[in-house]
């Protein structure tokens, strides 16, 4: 179905922003009660809601609580579904490691194991984080011939290793037997493509044991979820747009580059994202920007601080309507509402805000207003072709 | 799309009770009238929509108007067009005969010959059901060596015969001419495995119309839709649910068996399907409760009697409550207007209630309300992801 756009897209001077507050969909605390975004006082985003079309999406799909990666591929133009990130890669992006297509990625999980090499615990005793990392600082005297290798400490006994070089796959099998009580697998080919991947993987293992034989409860390494980048085709080849990417975070600076958006670097706060947009205004004709904390704050449960965060982004609107955007588009890749202390599936609100539209009922921009807007509850992945199509971006389709 | 579900699924306690009046969803009497179930006085319902999330769902899709058996297949989370059931199986369910798998259900008419044996009337001048039930004990002395023969009326001039043996397929073609003047078609194989049926049937044919020869005007049949029962997967092996039904009427426990669901016998009104949700509390994790009779009274034309059997079910609705279901679903599996005698294709109102949901602005439990809810008009396959979220019984995806 996407394709259609491919054969329809035009290339025009309008812009467009896509402004994110990540996880910003939310539940009431108590029954009868507000959300997160109705509670927030937000004049700003209800004047754009009141002038624009509002809905609210589904990133997924119904009732699928979407990951960070695959709620922002939905937000720019991808069904995540049909682009699978594996956990390797997962992993990679989400600790904002710049991985490059051809690298392949892996979950390492330090574990231990007994006398005979058999697996006593899966988790290592769940090492801190700073164990982690000294572990993997360890770990960064293998060497292989021919193979670049990055290992980076995740949360807890997790880590990333990433083995960058020529003819590389992630066509291997997991090395975690899944259970205690017997020896970790060799890393096997699934296909011949994966052979010398397996190879490198086991020269890794076996100097990573070395390394850490005297190590306790952390001697003994598991591997997991061997992946490369997905081919994604980028949002030039697919929908004609110049991205940029304008967020502070390394997970979405990461997930921004999988679909070929540039990216500017060492932005801290919501003013550098505004004098980014300005200073890169002539240059992008998409620019993504994300807000973290509005997420952050749900996943601490902190309801109040998450009101504040959203009240926050109401007062950086002006800065985006300054640089005159053809049509700006506020929603989140997610719901994280605080009282649930994680991402959820509820439908995620948007606003659409152009010309040529017609203004629904919504005054005031939230999930229960959005609801009651003009365009209900839609697939995420179809955002993208209302923007392309308030920018006057996609050509009649027939004559 | 559904394999997701699949890989994301997670065991935990909470329990799911589905709660379907067959055939809910009505039309007003006269322009400006209500439907019956706005009609209907159900407090206990317009509480549980108040403080619920609500919509209206297309069990197969728009403008199509289910079946009972696809009607139920979509709120188990089966995509009804992806599991067509066959015209044999459909009428071997409809007739609450308990089809196994290997089985060959067949639809069989009676018909009228003349001397020739071309085909005169493909109805047999729609003889009653009575009539039906009579030639159907009379061919019941059909004898076919190795198989088993079941020959069950259906109504008017349409039977059922099952066939039940090793070795059968139902990769034979209809006898049914679609004409009349000419002779019955031949029962023939359209691959090498529907050749044993197909000379079963054959069989079956020559020792009918030995049966019928003096019989008028029914002296002779024709075959439609050989089928056996279509392989889906459980709702066990696709959900990880452990599902029960607790349902009156044959049919509905015969489309639940179809999906793996366990089913109590011998209930025979709403106080045993609540005693049996009791007792049957602790051993599943999804109730199906089915009434039948808002569906029948639709079916008559009686608009009133279908007002009564919706306030009926309110009153049970408190029982369902006191076993604290976390997520409870109430629907219809298609809309029998009174108005219309019959089965429609208009969207069917649902509520759904649980925890950690956005209250919307649906007070009282109804067609109009219900487009007013949150989830406007969805597929009503999909309801299940709703129900499967609300109980936390799915993992995120990605990360």
Chains 1, 2 share one sequence.
């Not at 004047?47 to 809905?55: D, T």
């Not at 003994?220 to 502070?248: C, K, N, T, W, Y």
Request: aromatic fraction near 6%.
């Amino acid at each position: 179905m996407q394709d259609i756009v491919r054969d329809l897209y035009i290339k025009n001077e309008k812009k467009i922003v896509l402004l994110v507050m990540d996880g910003v969909g939310g539940l009431p605390r108590e029954q009868g009660g507000k959300t997160e975004l109705e509670t927030a006082k937000t004049p700003n985003l209800d004047a754009l809601a009141a002038a624009g079309e509002c809905g609210l999406h589904l990133p997924i799909g119904f009732g699928i609580t979407p990951g960070s990666a695959p709620g922002h591929l939905a937000l720019f133009g991808y069904q995540p579904t049909d682009y699978p990130i594996g956990r390797g890669v997962v992993a990679a992006l989400g600790i904002g490691f710049p991985i490059q297509s051809g690298d392949v990625a892996v979950r390492v999980n330090f574990a231990t194991r007994d006398a005979e090499g058999r697996i006593t615990d899966r988790r290592a005793g769940r090492i801190p984080t700073e164990k982690c990392a000294e572990l993997c600082e360890l770990l960064s005297a293998v060497s292989i011939p021919g193979v670049q290798l990055f290992i980076k400490p995740v949360k807890d006994y997790r880590a990333v290793v990433i083995f960058r070089g020529e003819g590389l796959s992630d066509h291997v099998e997991d090395t975690d037997p899944q259970a205690t009580g017997v020896k970790p697998r060799d890393p096997k080919a699934t296909s011949s493509k994966g052979e010398k991947t397996a190879g490198i993987a086991g020269q890794f293992i076996r100097q990573a044991l070395e390394l850490l034989k005297d190590r306790k409860p952390a001697n003994a390494i598991l591997m997991r979820g061997f992946a490369e980048l997905p081919h994604i085709p980028s949002m030039q080849e697919r929908f004609g747009l110049d991205p940029v990417a304008l967020a502070v975070y390394p997970d979405y600076k990461g997930v921004s580059r999988l679909v070929g958006m540039d990216v500017v670097e060492d932005l801290q706060d919501l003013d550098a994202q505004a004098a980014a947009l300005r200073e890169n205004w002539d240059r992008f004709n998409f620019f993504f920007v994300h807000h973290k904390y509005t997420d952050s704050k749900g996943e601490d449960g902190d309801f109040e601080a998450k009101v504040a965060e959203i009240e926050k982004v109401d007062r950086f609107v002006p800065r985006i309507l300054e640089v005159k955007p053809d049509v700006l588009l506020v929603t989140g890749d997610h719901s994280t509402p605080a009282v649930m202390r994680a991402h959820s599936a509820h439908p995620v609100p948007f606003l659409l805000h152009a010309g040529n539209l017609r203004a629904d009922a919504v005054k005031e921009f939230g999930e229960r207003n959005c609801a009651q807007g003009l365009w209900g509850v839609i697939p995420g992945a179809m955002l993208i072709r209302l923007l392309l199509s308030a920018a006057e971006k996609l050509a009649k389709f027939g004559a």
